[in-house]
Each structure stands twice: as structure tokens, then as C-alpha cells.
């Protein structure tokens, strides 16, 4: 799948994207939940055993809620659901060098929120592998192998990043490590972008892991979704390729766990699945994490835990497994919540619901024809530039209801 956000931020405009795709293929309430968690000043928290979602406070970003609120403005028959997507949490994605200088500028916005003593959570996506998104076009990035891309992002991306996050030791971080990468290397080797970008990609989110795991922050590897990764065979090669990383990065116990459905928009139940075909014995998320989570105890990787990407899952729509791009009827899904679940670290909303996934006019730079499906809403602009008419339609569709 592929996908892009806009992120502005208070302290400047990034665009942001990515998204899974599906390469392969033989109401809660938002917020805190109040039980008993160690915060970050109690020296027994630690992000590889405590669920970083739970006793936390989630972070709103100020600017994303101002885009929200100038589209209801101009849409007042929807002006009140549209208004209640402005208080929920999203993913701030970090894509771009100049992006990460932001990340402390970002947690200090997000410390600002605090209230009732609670701990905050801020959510980042960290995207800006070199070759990024191997596959597709829509969410191509600034770095390349070829023009050292590798040394770049370690220097200038993650280095900085980690120097941020550990200015903030009592403020609770989770990162989820570059959407579509490692994915990629487990069904697309045959595309010779991904091809030429296997050993970047790998000795660059080893690198990546070890940085950024630190006392306060939560590290997530993405790990596809269940219309990618769900047959048999390419799960036993992403638990393999995951064990070969997280080796290199100094062990699996510098992560808490994955993330699922990023950017995409698989349900939590078997309803879509179904309809799309029997022959993927995955035919929903939760299905697929509790799938994956028995190949990834085959080789080692024990006792991890995930976040599911709801932002825009809330109904089954697609033709085919493989529509990623603006899928026409979608809806919001089940809102940011802590613990919903056995294994499940969170719910929360990763893609922010608005962004485009790609732009749908084949002339336009970055074309990619999955933008052109069947599935796909006409007239989307940019990855990552704010798409106003989908917006309105996710709100409409929401399950459960806005």
C-alpha cells in the first residue's frame, strides 16, 4: 500500500507519506485509559515490558486539528462530526531531514497539553529510508543508494532524531520504524529498486533500532498488513528478515513490538477478508497479528506486541487486496485507544485521515496508476497534500459513528 500525510506542525509545514501496500498474494473512546501504569519518573517503566499507550495522555497536533476546523467551517451540515476528528490523536511523520529538526520543537508543543499529572504520548513515524518505497512512485523520497543515502540518513535524519527524543527523558515516545521497507524486501525482490535497496534498507533500520531505543521511547517495526503479508510464505519471510535486523541492531528486545495496516484500510474482523477471497488465510488484522506473532516465536522474536492503524477502516470496501490508494467509501474507524485487546498495544490513528495517498492525474510528477484503480476516488491531489472532499467522505462513513 502506499500512502503520504500532510503534516504542519506548529513550527512548520512536512509533507509525510507512505503507506503499505498489499505487493503479494498467492466505540472506544479516545485518550488515557485511567488504570494504574509506572510513568517515565518512576524508574520501573521500561518500553520493552509496559505498554506505553496505557495511563497515557496522546498528544493532539495543533495543526492537523486547524486543517480539520477549516474544513468544517466549509462544510456545515457536517460541521459538528468533522469538529470531534480535531480531538484525536495521530502520528506525526517525520520524512524528510528537514523534518526530524522539528522533533523537539514537536514534543515540547505535546508537553504543553499535559494535564491531571498524566504522562504524554507522542506518536512519530520515522520515514526517510533511502530508495524509500521501493515499488511504488506516489511516496518516493529525497535520498538514494547511489548518491549516499545511507551515510545521509544516518548523520543527517536518525542521529538528530535520537539527539531530540533524548532531550525529553520523562516524556513517553513511540516510533514506528519506516512503513513498507522491510515488507518490500519479503515480496518484491523482483522489482529492481528494491533489489538494488536490500542492504540499505536493512543495515539502515538496524541502525535506525539501536538509536532510537532508548529508556522513554517505544520502538514499532512496521510490519505490512494482512492483505501483504498474510499468506503463509511471506510471513516466514518477514519474521526472517525481521530476525536478521533486529540481530544486527543488537537484539529484538530493543523493540516493544510492530505496527500493522499503515495507511491502509483492512478490518479488525474476518468481513473483508471474506468478501476479497478465501486463499489468504488472514482475512482480517487481528487475524494476521496473531498469525504473525506465531511465525515471529518460530524464530526467536517472543512476547511483542502491536499497534493497528484504524485511521480509515471503519467499513469493507475494496474489489481486491491490493487497492491502497484514496479507496472510495472508506470510513474512519475505531478511535486512538490504549490496550484494546490481548496483544494489542493500541488502536490509533498512524495515517492522519485527509491526507491523499497520491495524486490521481496521470500528467502530475509522482503519478502511480494503483491512483487510477477501480477503487479509487478520482481527483486526489499530491501524496500528502490535504484532500478535503475524501476527508468529508471518512467522516461520513465513520464506524462507530462520529
Known sequence: MKHSHLYLLAIGLGACSASPRNESAPAMASG????????????????????????????????????VEATATRHAAQASQIRAVAAQPTAVWLDSIERAKSVGSILKTAAAQAKDGQPVLTVFVIYDLPNRDCSAKSSSGELSVEAGGVERYRKEF??????????????????VIEPDSLPNLATNMSVPRCAQSETAYRSSIAYAVSKLAMPQVSLY?????????????????????????LTEAGGAD???????????YNTLSDAEGKHLGA?????????????????????????????????????????????????????????????????????????PPGESDGVADPTQPRFDISCQSPDSSPNAPQAGQWFEEYFVELVRNAQPAI
Do not use: M
Not at 52 to 66: H, K, L, S, T
Not at 223 to 243: S, V
Open 221 to 245: 517495526l512496521d510490519a505490512a498488513h494482512a492483505g501483504w503479508l498474510g499468506w503463509n510464505g511471506n510471513r516466514t519471510k518477514i519474521a526472517q528478515i525481521f530476525k536478521q535486523v
Open 158 to 175: 536518525i542521529d538528530p532524531i535520537a539527539e531530540q527524543f533524548a532531550q525529553f527523558p520523562d516524556q513517553r515516545i513511540v516510533a
Open 254 to 264: 530493543k523493540i516493544r513490538g510492530f505496527a500493522t495496516n499503515v495507511s491502509n
Open 279 to 351: 486463499a489468504n488465510p488472514c482475512p482480517d488484522e487481528r487475524t494476521y497479528v496473531s498469525k504473525l506473532s506465531e511465525e515471529l516465536r518460530r524464530v526467536g522474536i517472543n512476547d511483542k506486541q502491536f499497534i493497528i492503524d484504524t485511521a480509515r477502516n471503519g467499513k469493507a470496501v475494496r474489489k481486491t487486496w491490493g487497492s491502497w490508494c484514496n479507496v472510495k467509501g472508506a470510513g474512519l474507524g475505531t478511535r486512538p485507544v490504549a490496550a484494546p485487546a490481548p496483544q494489542i498495544d493500541a488502536y490509533f490513528w498512524i495515517k
Open 32 to 67: 488515557a485509559l485511567t488504570e494504574a501504569t509506572p510513568t517515565n519518573d518512576d524508574p520501573s517503566f521500561n518500553p520493552a515490558t509496559h505498554n506505553p499507550f496505557v495511563g497515557a495522555q496522546f498528544a493532539i497536533n495543533p495543526d492537523y486539528a486547524r486543517q
